[in-house]
């Protein structure tokens, strides 16, 4: 460190060329179609210019309509250095590197590079798939032909991204066989290692100045220095995070850390494989493995059929987790010493013998920490450990309770410009929550209102008569009263559930009423098909009704009128059995806070914000938001929460939406 102050350019240094850019025959409507001047988009990118002139943290909170992607990269291109963009996710990101910055960049004529990074999971890898091509251990006749189409892909493409084959499903269980983790990767020993998309991606990234990337890889980077970030970070100048009301949840994520019976049974798949394939006569590896597949899945069994979340402290003393995790330990400790004695026979194997103790240092680290917390005081606990169950696997966690003190040390050092925007971070006007999460005291905070008139455009509408949605019968009551809201709409609707039960019941019940009614309306359900194709349907029908869960809250964008109504079944908020929400309201009760009012019911608010926003895309966009949650009206924080919500006219009569559907018509 020097004792020279930085030059800090004059506050707006840039706003001139923004008006220039931005205003009406600038650069921008010249380039654009249908590209018109907005004043909250244009002070938004002074914003920003002005953030990244002078190195500092700004949080945008920009309301649908804004143009918020084209306000921040304006001034990235311009004047940012090298830049990071950090999106929601994987389709944000083939759009930003697609279709935004290609656009932004011609119409500024900006000579920038810029490169897509995503994580190894999405590239195709020569050694995976060759292995795979010469086992034919195939079954499916959809694997087959998915496979025989992946390698002439490998043939044609330049960067092995999956996300180009489209012929192939991208949740098509293939993928695993073709590409590789971090566990499975050879590394600089692979024989393709100079051909392969992975490290080609990352040379690209190193040298571009302009890198997309979504939050998963982001922070898989700084919590484990391993995804090609580690050398991207230190020499940016600016990094942008889009969607950034999604970064709590996904730090939280990478901060923490866990280990599934899942990981432990691939590798005795593995390891069977492989000591079959290069070192039959050195054990018996069907006996090798037994042992630890049994611990392994007598770990699972420990907890019923269920699926369970429980923190530490609430497995009972007398639970058969704790010997069976220590039966499991044993049983790893014995694979890994045959591991250990056969890995010079082939790379696989030692490959194997390096998965194996990374799991045995995992589990050890976990009890470690269970015997830790055990000992200490709840109030000087950073982090939640518990278990977590599924149908056939169990993952051991351990979560920070706060991630604001990890993405501080982050965000010190080198100095730099931190861009933070979304639609959502906010509660009235109010970023105290965001910030507490993030750690991102004394920053600026600003807040630019959506152009879209949304008293004109919008009605929201409360049912009357609906029971708790605690009831047994709550998802029929929500389909009951949607019925007629659906029929009046001439279908187009979204139904959003806080459930993957609600979105199967719900389904089950409206195509029984749907095929009774005689009503034409195509239905689409979560889980039929991929997100994209669900998506591209629904808008090809004009008259389809949609049920999702929580992947269609957000980044969902349907404009005009394929979709007018959306109807949610209740207020989003996180379940009352998640032990890291449990332990951060009690570490907010030790302040003195109160658990509802200053986390649960912000998140909720921020959830529902994004839900809702699904409706009005577009300035001739016109729609009905449906809230079939009671608590809306008959709790205290009702009011807090649709005041947050756009400025739409409300109403609790179904004539009244009826009215509005017929207005539409005329």
Partial sequence: MTDELPVVPAAGAHDADVDRLFGEGGALSHAVRGFRSRTAQTEM??????AIANQETLIAEAGTGTGKTFAYLVPALLWGGKVIVSTGTKNLQDQLFLRDIPTVRKALNAPVSVALLKGRANYL???????????????????????????????????????????????????????????????????????????????????????VVNHHLFFADVALKETGMAELLPSANTIIFDEAHQLPETATLFFGDTVSTSQILELCRDVLAEGLSHARAGADWAKVVAPVEKATRD????????????????????????????????????????????????????????RAITLQTQLAAWNTARDQAAAAPQAEQEK?????????????????????????????????????????????????????????????????????????????????????PSAPDYTDAVVDAALPVIEAAGGRAFLLCTTIRAVNRAAERLRLEFAQRNLPFPLMVQGEAGRTELLDRFRAAGNAVLIGSQ??????????????????????????????????????????????????????????????????????DRGVLMLCDPRLISKPYGKRIWQSLPAFKRTRELDAVRAFFAQATV
Wanted: overall charge negative.
């Fill in 551 to 620: 992947s269609f809250w957000e980044g969902v964008d349907v404009r005009g009128e394929a979709l007018s109504l959306v109807i949610i079944d209740k207020l989003p908020f996180s379940p009352p059995d998640d032990p890291v929400l449990a332990a951060r309201i009690a570490a907010l009760e030790r302040k003195g806070l109160n658990g509802f009012v200053h986390h649960q019911l912000p998140e909720a608010i921020i959830n529902l914000k994004q839900g809702a926003g699904r409706l009005i895309r577009d300035e001739t």
């Fill in 45 to 50: 990118a002074k914003a920003i210019g002005h």
């Fill in 125 to 211: 890898c020569h050694f995976h798939l060759e292995r795979t091509l010469q086992n034919g251990r195939l079954t499916s006749r959809d694997d087959v032909g998915n496979l025989r189409e992946i390698s002439r892909f490998m043939k044609t493409t330049t960067t092995g991204d999956k996300a180009e084959l489209s012929k192939v499903p991208e949740n098509a269980m293939i993928w695993n066989l073709v590409t590789s983790t971090r566990d499975t990767c050879m590394g600089s020993e692979c024989q393709y290692y100079q051909d392969c998309f992975v490290m080609r991606a990352r040379k690209e990234a190193q040298q571009a100045d302009v890198v």
């Fill in 299 to 354: 770990l699972r069994l420990a907890f019923g059929q269920d699926a369970v979340r429980l923190a530490v402290s609430q497995i009972a003393p007398s639970s058969s987790f704790f010997p069976a995790m220590t039966t499991l330990q044993e049983a790893l400790q014995t694979l890994i010493d045959v591991l250990e004695k056969q890995a010079e026979r082939a790379e696989t194997i030692e490959q194997c013998r390096v």
């Fill in 384 to 468: 939640v450990l518990w278990v977590e169950a599924f149908s056939s696997s169990l993952q051991l966690h351990q979560t920070p309770l706060s991630i604001a003190p990890i993405f501080n040390k982050q965000r010190e050092g080198t100095p730099r410009t931190w861009i933070f925007t979304s639609a959502t971070l906010a509660v009235k006007n109010d970023f105290n929550h965001y910030n507490s999460q993030m750690g991102l005291w004394d920053v600026v905070a600003r807040s630019w209102p959506s152009p879209f008139d949304y008293e004109q455009q919008g009605l929201l509408y409360v049912p009357h008569n609906l029971p708790q």
